[in-house]
């Protein structure tokens, strides 16, 4: 029997997590995480507020925990001299603060500095450089009022990561945004944040935007010039840039793929809705990663309707889409880093040199595509890495999730010598 740990479980093996719980519906869901966060290995307390404990009992989660629940910062009646310091302690104690769900009212006494309780406290005095994360939850006009959002704008500026809620059925019976993710989710946010403390890296707090996936140029309303990319690349990269700490931002060509844990997504079309979405980044990202198959070519004009086969042939005319890498390379700033990915059949190093000077890429990362073993609508991937220096580096056949997590060590060793 193979009694190794994957890299998901390792992160939590031997971590102290303080689980607050505020009084939301969503709170039903929390005794489930608990339970999933021990199975995993980790140490678990979990701080309730009074609202909270209105939704869930004490005993259910001291049972799933196996541990006292907390609610006030002074000793319990029957015993006023003991715990005095547990206000101070727990903190300390703590490798993460998870909040979930965290409600208008939480994120309110928090964003003003309130210590009044528990799990208030323990957000006051955990260890600096420890991940606090929080899982806002509640209906979706209370999310989107500007009082919440500045609060969440404070705390993100405090150091919190704030996971966005989840769109759909609300306990209000209304649909949109206010849902708390599930709990294999909310574990998934905990095991990276705790991978990306363990394994710190130069991209820990980097904005990195990456483009993935293919795009559509429309023929008419119900047909498209496209390619066979699967997006799977850049998804790979961004989850393994999130990992490091880095603050990511996807925007994905229409795939079928789910949104790696920590990064945010833009969905767009069109090659000229890539460049526009990328363009509102190109003055405020470190890092700039175009992993996306942008269409060369769209038509020139959009039939409206449905083309009728009525001809044995058709013409229409094609003009160059807008090159958004080149774009940003060319107007980068001094401490931008601009990184490519070119895809040959011939004469590949040649071309893609060619590709890094024409484009000023400071990496380019060169590869072909088989469907077999290589490139588009595969799960593996075999690149060489060109840097602006001259230096290549060549990786043998690797999953994408490996080969991403190779560029990145590139990458970081380009961030470490400029």
């Not at 608990?34 to 290995?41: D, F, P, S």
């Not at 989107?144 to 609060?151: A, E, F, G, I, T």
């Not at 990276?192 to 023929?219: H, N, Q, Y």
């Not at 003009?319 to 390379?329: A, H, M, Q, R, T």
Request: overall charge neutral.
């Amino acid at each position: 029997m193979n009694n190794s740990l994957t890299p998901s479980r390792r992160a939590l093996k031997g971590k102290n997590i303080i689980i607050g719980i505020c009084g939301g519906i969503a709170a039903y869901k929390t005794p489930q995480l608990v339970r999933l966060l021990k199975k995993k290995g980790a140490d678990v307390r979990v701080a309730l507020t009074e609202s909270g404990s209105r939704f869930v009992s004490e005993l259910s989660l001291a049972t799933v925990s196996q541990a006292q629940v907390y609610r006030s910062i002074f000793p319990p009646a029957e015993n006023p001299g003991t715990d005095f310091t547990t206000h101070i302690t727990l903190g300390e104690w703590a490798d993460a603060l998870v909040i979930a769900p965290a409600t208008a009212n939480t994120l309110a006494r928090l964003a003003a500095g309130f210590c009044d309780d528990m799990l208030a406290t323990c957000f006051i005095t955990l260890r600096p450089g420890k991940p606090v994360l929080i899982f806002p939850a509640m209906d979706g006009q209370m999310y989107l009022s500007p009082s919440v959002q500045r609060n969440l704008a404070t705390l993100k500026a405090l150091g919190a990561i704030i996971i966005e809620p989840e769109s759909g059925e609300l306990a209000s019976g209304q649909c949109g945004t206010g849902r708390m993710p599930e709990p294999e989710a909310i574990a998934a946010h905990i095991e990276s944040a705790l991978l990306s403390m363990d394994c710190p890296s130069v991209l820990r707090g980097r904005s990195i935007v990456i483009t993935a996936g293919p795009t559509r140029e429309k023929i008419d309303d119900v047909r498209f010039i496209s390619n066979y990319s699967s997006g799977k690349m850049g998804f790979a990269i961004a989850g393994a840039a999130a990992e490091r700490g880095a603050n990511v931002t996807l925007i994905a060509g229409p795939v079928n793929l789910d949104t790696p844990h920590g990064v945010e997504r833009i969905n767009v079309e069109s090659a000229a809705q890539m460049r526009e979405a990328a363009g509102n980044f190109f003055r405020s990202c470190d890092i700039f990663i175009g992993a996306a198959a942008v269409a060369d070519y769209r038509p020139a004009a959009v039939i409206p309707g449905k083309l009728k086969k009525n001809d044995p042939e058709i013409q229409f005319t094609l003009v160059k889409n807008p090159d958004i890498l080149s774009d940003f390379g060319l107007q980068k700033q001094t401490g931008q880093l601009a990184v490519g990915f070119a895809l040959e059949q011939d004469n590949g190093p040649a071309n893609a040199r060619k590709k890094l000077e024409e484009k000023n890429l400071d990496l380019v990362a060169l590869n072909f595509s088989d469907r077999k073993t290589s490139g588009f609508e595969v799960d593996t991937n075999m690149l060489t890495l060109i840097e602006r220096g001259g230096i290549t580096t060549e990786l043998p056949l690797l999953s994408k999730e490996e080969a991403a997590r190779k560029l990145l060590d590139t990458i970081e060793n380009i961030c470490r010598q400029t």
